[in-house]
C-alpha cells in the first residue's frame, strides 16, 4: 500500500500570501497524483490531476508539481475563499489512499 | 448536469448495521469505479473501498474486509455500501466518490447506543 506524508497539517496565512503543501509518497507513484480541496461541511471536490492539470473552472492560482515521491501544492495568492482542508491523493491502479490533509486558515 | 445523490442521516446502535445509498443522474455513471470514503468527526478522509462499473468486482481496504458490502444497481444508476457489526468508531460521514468527478454530499450515519 501507498502510504502518504502530508505536510504541514495546518497552516495560518495571510491573504495575497503563497502557500505550499509537500507530500511525500511511500514509493515512486510516477505523476498519478489528485489534490482535493473541502471546504467546512462540504464534501472534497478536486483541483488537480495527475499532479498538474486544474481542473475545470479551478482558478490559476492553484498549481501542482513534483514526479516520482515526491510532489508540492501550491496557493500563488492565498484568498478567504480557500480555507479549508487540502489532501493529495495517490492512485495505484485502482485502490486509493490520501495524505493526512492540510488544515488552511486566514491569519 | 452531474448529480450524485446520497440517502439520508442514519443513526445506529451498535451491533448494528447501515445501508447507505448514491443515486447519479446526468452523466454516465454506470461506466465509472465508484468508491466509498469515510470522514469521521474531526478527522482526515478514509478509503473504504471499490465497486467495478460493471458491479461484479469489489475491492475493500483491509481494515474493512468482512464487514462492508458494495453492491451496484445498473437499472436505477445507484450504489450501495453496507457496512455490518457497527461499532461507535464508525461514527462517520460516509461519501461515494466516482474519482476524479464530483463526490455525493455524504451521509452521516452515527452509531450511538
Known amino acids: 500500500d501507498i502510504q502518504m506524508t502530508q505536510s504541514p497539517s495546518s497552516l495560518s496565512a495571510s491573504v495575497g500570501d503563497r502557500v505550499t503543501i509537500t507530500c511525500q509518497a511511500s514509493?515512486?507513484?510516477?505523476?498519478?497524483l489528485n489534490w482535493f480541496q473541502q471546504r467546512p461541511g462540504k464534501a472534497p471536490k478536486l483541483l488537480i490531476y495527475d499532479v498538474s492539470n486544474l481542473e475545470t473552472g479551478v482558478p490559476s492560482r492553484f498549481s501542482g508539481s513534483g514526479s516520482g515521491t515526491d510532489f508540492t501544492f501550491t496557493i500563488s495568492s492565498l484568498q478567504p475563499e480557500d480555507i479549508g482542508t487540502y489532501y493529495c491523493?495517490?492512485?495505484?491502479?485502482?485502490?486509493?489512499?490520501f495524505g493526512g490533509g492540510t488544515k488552511v486558515e486566514i491569519k | 448536469q452531474v448529480q450524485l445523490v446520497q440517502s439520508g442521516a442514519e443513526v445506529k446502535k451498535p451491533g448494528a448495521s447501515v445501508k447507505v445509498s448514491c443515486k447519479a443522474s446526468g452523466y454516465t455513471f454506470n461506466t465509472y469505479y465508484v468508491h466509498w470514503v469515510r470522514q469521521a468527526p474531526g478527522q482526515g478522509l478514509e478509503w473504504m473501498g471499490v465497486i467495478s462499473p460493471s458491479g461484479d468486482s469489489t475491492i475493500n481496504a483491509k481494515k474493512f474486509q468482512g464487514r462492508v458490502t458494495m453492491t451496484r444497481d445498473k437499472s436505477t444508476s445507484a450504489v450501495y455500501m453496507e457496512l455490518s457489526s457497527l461499532r461507535s468508531e464508525d461514527t462517520a460521514v460516509y461519501y461515494c466518490?466516482?474519482?476524479?468527478?464530483?463526490w455525493g454530499q455524504g451521509t452521516l450515519v452515527t452509531v450511538s447506543s
Open positions: 491523493q495517490p492512485y495505484d491502479d485502482i485502490e486509493v489512499t
Open positions: 514509493q515512486d507513484i510516477r505523476r498519478d
Open positions: 466518490a466516482p474519482i476524479p468527478y464530483p
